[in-house]
DNA sequence: GATGCGTGGTT
DNA sequence: TAACCAAGCAT
């Protein structure tokens, strides 16, 4: 791997275009805010960070399948749709039984959702499941069987949002473009911002930090977003930062000011036990598990109060995940 | 912009 | 051991 590169790049150049700056100005907005300026941030030199952070990157990167030289675009977009939300250890076996099962996306879209749903298992949030079916339905019909190499493309399919389309873009397509999921965002804030941890929501500063650090080069620029990523996943993590094996830890403004604590509201509490999430959960366990519809009385054992019960699968049912036959019985959508 | 949406491992 | 955390998206 070559660590030749490209020229400093501190300013948003011409090609930028491609890059979402949504948060900027509408043309008419007359704004409090002097049109011109975004508050100044004082940027790393450039041209050394991405040498340091893309050796580090030679040295360390897991060997993940779906970013082996093989991998195709649709192994990529599975395993994006795969990590929302779930850890990389959870996914692997899943992922790997998916590209084997249906290669391609007209194969899964050749489906019936509910064996998507089926063969989501236990990853979390199944309405990615009903999501990437649909998603790959729409390419088999709509793209000729490809998955879309353009971000606006990619957007308008189900379940992807401005990360998985900057991830599919830059990781399947070695296309340059920012990639700002959770990992990148906590890297930038630690590195350039100096605070522990970003802000809950992306913001228009950190999309233009994002861009003014994008290597200009498209093949550099698509290894730095891999980069900062593993980074973030491996080294400048949100609990106990190895700081002591980071490349960046001598340039690093939250390093620097002495690592001060976040400053603000908690993170958000998310408590499980109890919620409709959980009952859902369990309704959902017990149909993947059949293969034949269920009683109601079948499903009443899942969860013994029964108005949540009840509003746990109907909202199921309003969500795609559940159908309800006429004799009362229930199934994964067919 | 705040919420809701699963599941399981880590601290 | 509760709380936190994990490559977000849609509404």
């Given at each position: ?11 948003a150049?011409?090609s930028?275009?491609?890059v979402?700056?949504?948060?900027s ?28 952070v893309?050796?580090?990157f030679?040295?360390h990167?897991?060997?993940l399948?779906w970013?082996?030289p ?10 994006e ?17 998916w590209?084997e ?6 194969d899964?879209?050749?489906?019936s959702?509910g ?10 949030y199944?309405?990615?499941a009903l999501r990437?079916h649909?998603?790959a339905t729409?390419?088999a ?20 949002g401005?990360?998985?389309a900057?991830?599919v873009?830059?990781?399947?397509y ?12 906590r890297?930038?804030?630690?590195l ?8 809950n929501?992306?913001?228009a500063a950190?999309r ?7 290597p ?9 977003a891999?980069?900062?990523?593993e ?10 930062p190895q700081c002591?094996?980071?490349?960046l ?6 390093r ?10 908690p ?12 009952v ?9 598990a ?6 109601r ?6 969860w ?6 009840s ?6 049912i309003t969500?795609g995940?559940?159908?309800q ?10």
């Open positions: 791997m070559s660590t030749h590169l490209p020229p400093t790049q501190l300013s150049p011409s930028a275009a491609t979402a700056d949504t948060a100005a509408a043309p008419g907005d007359i704004s409090r805010r002097a049109p011109s300026a975004p508050a100044p941030v004082t940027l790393p030199a450039t041209g050394a960070l991405h040498g340091a893309i050796d580090w030679d040295e990167a897991r060997d399948p970013r082996r093989d991998a195709g675009a649709w192994s990529v977009m599975v395993s749709f795969m990590l929302q939300q779930t850890p990389v250890n959870r996914v692997l076996p899943v992922h790997a039984e590209l099962r249906w290669p391609r996306p007209a899964l879209a050749k489906e959702p064996e998507a749903v089926r063969a989501w298992g236990r990853l979390g199944p309405r990615r990437l649909a998603a729409a390419i019909q709509q793209h000729g069987g490809e998955v879309p190499r353009e971000h606006t493309e990619l957007l308008a399919l189900p379940g992807i401005e990360y998985t900057a991830a873009v830059s990781f399947a070695g296309r340059r473009h920012i990639v700002l999921d959770t990992n990148v965002r890297v930038f804030a630690r350039v911002t100096g605070v522990e941890y970003p802000p929501a992306t913001t950190e233009r930090v994002a861009l003014a650090l994008l200009g080069d498209e093949d550099t620029a698509a290894r730095w891999a980069a900062t990523m980074l973030g996943a491996l080294v400048c993590t949100a609990r106990s002591g094996s980071c490349p830890a001598a340039r690093c403004a939250w620097l000011a002495g690592s001060p604590a976040h400053q603000g509201p993170r958000r509490g998310q408590t499980y036990a109890g919620t409709d999430r959980q859902r959960g369990r309704l959902l366990a017990i149909l993947r059949s293969h034949t519809p269920v009683a009385a079948v499903l009443d054992t899942a013994a109060e029964d108005e949540q019960r509003r746990a699968l109907d909202g199921l969500d995940l559940v159908e036959l006429p004799d009362d019985s229930f199934r994964l959508p067919a």
